[in-house]
């Protein structure tokens, strides 16, 4: 595993990139930037926030992509998905919702809510016509 902040501490401090070719790093690695704050990386990176409640999760990444992230989770904590937020309606950041739905269930855990700005709802809406 390579130290999210080390690499961007390089790059920021002294210039130097030590990351692939494509700086998005869809690694599936986590790293904890802070006390109970990780990102797990992905096609489009995930951010948690655990609490005394569990997780609270910034987008959810690909379907395709939600096991690697589930996996880098659990690999930190047991804590349950309470809550996804997502910051925008694109399929790359709400995609793998439902495994994190699908989790909770097999585990006999509360669904994690979901929130979001108003026309992210319309947005899926839109997805689940059109696929």
């Known amino acids: 595993m390579t130290d999210l902040l080390a690499l961007s501490s390089r790059y920021i401090d002294e210039g130097i990139y030590e990351g692939p070719a494509s700086i998005n790093r869809m690694s599936g690695e986590l790293s904890e930037v802070a006390d109970g704050i990780a990102v797990v990386e992905s096609f489009s990176h995930v951010v948690v926030f655990r609490s005394g409640d569990g997780l609270l999760l910034f987008d959810a990444s ?68 059109t696929n």
């Open 62 to 129: 690909l379907e395709a992509l939600a096991p690697r992230v589930i996996r880098a989770l659990r690999g930190w904590t047991d804590a349950p998905v309470h809550t996804l937020a997502y910051t925008h309606g694109h399929v790359d950041h709400v995609g793998g919702g439902q495994a994190f739905i699908l989790e909770a269930r097999e585990h006999g855990q509360r669904e994690p809510r979901v929130v979001g700005h108003e026309n992210v709802a319309p947005r899926m809406q839109r997805y689940q016509r």
